[in-house]
């Protein structure tokens, strides 16, 4: 395993911002989530916070964003924050580097990858294989959009090489989150993939075009997971019970309102969106079916992670990861 080491000096880099259960005067038990990347993919968490449904069962959220799995997982290991919101393979490389406090999948938040393939020009019948001979930012090296990209671009049989002109398709690692859907727009590489509401902000700006979803393509799988330590999990059963029950408020919100009525509870965390632009990106979310009816995630779903990272390369062919001490489904409701 590649990945743990670095989990642990991001971890002593970071300094703790908040105590593990941290009471304050007003009544409500405070908890810290450190998520992966700010985007509207997660809205059903900022409709449970801006609706109230955290408050609803006693607790207030502060969210702080931790750009990378690997930061993320830091902010756990680091108690600066209590929940995690990320991929779960990051929780697999922890455990499988012997971390004796490891980090527990307790709910899925979604279900497909939420990021989408930007062109240059607009292709009608757009297929994978037209990427022969191109080149593709893609993101971190042992990340899930990076990951997803590569078992899509394998199984339509192309040979990937990362940051590897020689290659069918020469997918770059070399650029940040955070930066990618920039550096495209800069005119660097022929295709990009990205999140929204950056993949709707490069096309309306006219320097790019949606051509596929990551997530229709390689199907479900548990993306995007809420993990706490087990240290933490022993200790505040009751409250990651109530936390379960807020998110899957959230969840039910998104599934059964219409985007009108959900758009309100977005606008406060995403400003830089107009109305417009947030309807087109949770139009583009529900059409793919990002979010699950359930916080539940199953053997199999996992199993299917598990076998995209083994392509990736980032776990051997022999490994065993097993399944009842990496998630939970005992706080789900």
């Known amino acids: 395993m590649k990945k743990f080491k670095y989990f642990l000096l991001s971890a002593f880099l970071i300094l703790p911002l908040s105590l593990l259960n941290s009471c304050k005067d007003d009544g409500y038990t405070h908890i810290t989530i450190a998520e992966v990347t700010h985007s509207i993919f997660y809205a059903p968490q900022y409709v449970a916070i801006n609706k109230g449904f955290f408050e609803e069962e006693g607790l207030k959220v502060d969210v702080i964003t931790t750009p990378g799995a690997d930061k993320t997982m830091a902010a756990l290991l680091s108690k600066e924050a209590q929940i995690g919101l990320m991929g779960p393979e990051a929780s697999v490389y922890v455990y499988q580097n012997g971390q004796k406090d490891y980090a527990v999948n307790f709910a899925q938040l979604t279900q497909k990858d939420g990021s989408f393939v930007l062109g240059r020009d607009e292709i009608e019948n757009f297929d994978y294989t037209m990427m022969r001979g191109k080149t593709v930012i893609g993101g971190r090296k042992g990340g899930m959009p990076l990951m997803i990209l590569e078992y899509i671009l394998k199984n339509a049989g192309l040979e990937v090489g990362e940051d590897d002109p020689t290659k069918e398709v020469n997918v770059r690692t070399d650029v940040s989150f955070d930066a990618m859907s920039g550096v495209f727009v800069a005119g660097e590489s022929d295709f990009v993939t990205a999140f929204e509401p950056t993949a709707s902000q490069v096309v309306r700006s006219g320097k790019g075009h949606i051509l596929a979803s990551l997530g ?46 959900i758009i309100p509870y977005l606008r406060k965390d995403f400003t830089s969106s107009d109305d417009e632009e947030l309807t087109n990106v949770m139009n583009n979310y529900l059409g793919i079916e990002a979010w699950p009816n359930t916080l539940r995630f199953n053997q199999d779903n996992f199993n299917k992670l598990i076998e995209i990272v083994k392509m990736a390369g980032q776990l051997n062919e022999d490994v065993v990861v097993p399944y009842d001490k990496l998630v939970t489904n005992a706080y789900i409701s």
């Open 216 to 261: 229709e393509d390689s199907g479900v799988i548990p993306y995007t997971c809420y993990s706490t330590l087990q240290s933490y999990m022993k200790n505040n059963e009751e409250i990651l019970r109530k936390f379960t029950r807020a998110i899957q408020k959230g969840i039910d919100y998104v599934l059964n309102e219409t985007v009108e009525n």
